[in-house]
């Protein structure tokens, strides 16, 4: 079992920046794809960006890509978001997920574990 911590949410000015991290309860390298998804009020939960277990290969969803980064340390066996230049609709719950393999998925169904999620609100 995985266990998965985020932290680093909070208000952020649009704009600016902001850095998620998702920390793992064991060792995540060899086994999974790190990914994060978010959900706003009133919505389904959608793919932000996800990370090959190497850490090689990166995926983004086309609202976020050239603004937000993915990168894995797998010694400390975390995960991050960077946050660029984040705009009002990216005020969500963000949530981070590993799952099993090496390719990256990006629908919810597809992850093994789940974090509570970190909530990023960016004013205007």
């Known amino acids: 079992q995985v266990q998965l911590v985020e932290s680093g949410g909070g208000l952020v000015q649009g704009g600016g920046s902001l850095r998620l991290s998702c920390a793992a309860s064991?060792?995540?390298?060899?086994?999974?794809?790190m990914d994060w998804f978010r959900q706003a009020p009133g919505k389904e939960r959608e793919f932000v960006a996800g990370i090959s277990w190497s850490g090689g290969r990166t995926y983004y969803a086309d609202s976020v890509r050239g603004r937000f980064t993915i990168s894995r340390d797998n010694a400390k066996n975390t995960v991050y978001l960077q946050m660029n230049s984040p705009q009002p609709e990216d005020t969500a719950v963000y949530f981070c997920?590993?799952?099993?393999?090496?390719?990256?998925?990006?629908?919810?169904?597809?992850?093994?574990?789940w974090g509570k999620g970190t909530l990023v609100t960016v004013s205007s």
């Open positions: 997920a590993a799952e099993l393999g090496i390719v990256v998925h990006t629908t919810p169904e597809a992850m093994n574990y």
């Open positions: 064991e060792s995540t390298r060899m086994m999974y794809a």
